[in-house]
Antibody, heavy 113, light 107 residues
């Protein structure tokens, strides 16, 4: 069955970067894409970007200057990196399977000194 | 960006009631829409894809429909376990966008 397991820090200092790894099983990254979504009380659910099976990416224009998504197909891992975090980036970050049918457990990220 | 205007933001209903909620797309002629259920502390769960297709394992009391740019999620007979927040998502136009959510409470 499809599983998506996230790993990453819970606390990030202002102006620093956030890196989260999503390790998937039950499917191949060469066949399906992975989205990144975040959720905060103030902004609700926001789609951040996607890496498609062929390796191309699409980003939400609001984040394109500070967001990067990459992957290692052989390790079944997708890498999320967002730079220059501020307090309003505090949210739960999710990696999500191609069709939105499976979600990671979420990473609660707090941006604070 | 395509805005998904979801209503109502909250509603209260009794067990056995028929419940409906809607999402209206601000633009777009070919919106691909999903509905999700989210319970506190959990990730969203896919209920409906392609506006009207029931995801595997989802009870048949859930259904989705479309009329133009208006989308409706219906619960035919409300059960206690349906207490949750429901979201829509359009994934046709970049950036993909979510509705603001409908919080469903049981009377």
């Amino acid at each position: 069955q499809v599983q998506m397991k996230q790993s990453g820090p819970g606390l990030v200092q202002p102006s620093q970067s956030l890196s989260i790894t999503c390790t998937v099983s039950g499917f191949s990254l060469t066949s399906y894409g992975v989205h990144w979504v975040r959720q905060s009380p103030g902004k609700g659910l926001e789609w951040l970007g996607v890496i498609w099976s062929g390796g191309s990416t699409d980003y939400n224009a609001a984040f394109i200057s500070r967001l990067s998504i990459s992957k290692d197909n052989s390790k079944s891992q997708v890498f999320f990196k967002m730079n220059s975090l501020q307090a309003d980036d505090t949210a739960i970050y999710y990696c999500v399977y191609d069709t939105f049918a499976y979600w990671g457990q979420g990473t609660l990220v707090t941006v604070s000194a | 960006d395509v805005q998904m205007i979801q209503s109502p933001s909250s509603l209260s209903a009794s067990l056995g009631d028929i419940v409906t909620m809607t999402c209206q797309a601000s633009q777009g002629t070919s919106i691909n829409l999903n509905w999700f259920q989210q319970k506190p502390g959990k990730a969203p769960k896919l209920l409906i894809y392609g506006a009207s297709n029931l995801e595997d394992g989802v009870p048949s009391r859930f259904s989705g429909s479309r009329y133009g740019t208006d989308f409706t999620l219906t619960i035919s007979s409300l059960e206690d376990e349906d207490m949750a927040t429901y979201f829509c998502l359009q994934h046709s136009y970049l950036p993909y966008t979510f509705g603001g959510g409908t919080k469903l409470e049981i009377k």
